[in-house]
């Protein structure tokens, strides 16, 4: 898997490039209709960085769920 492009990714983390967010079933972030995102692969945190469409798209699902 490639990395991220110098555009998306200015600070060489060890990063791709994020295409799509899904929780379950439903969509999030579309891969179709919203612009790709810098994932960085890190096994060894608990650290979470991702935007905050994406953040509240999941805590919504997540509050449905409950």
Known sequence: MPLAS????????WGVEGQGFM???KI????ETDPP??????????????PYKIYDGL???IA???
């Open 37 to 50: 995102v810098l994932a960085v692969i890190d096994s060894g945190t608990t650290l979470c960085i991702i």
């Open 6 to 13: 110098k555009d998306l990714n200015p600070t060489n983390f």
């Open 23 to 25: 929780y379950g079933d």
């Open 64 to 66: 449905e769920k409950l």
């Open 28 to 31: 999030i972030y579309d891969p």
């Open 59 to 61: 805590m919504m699902s």
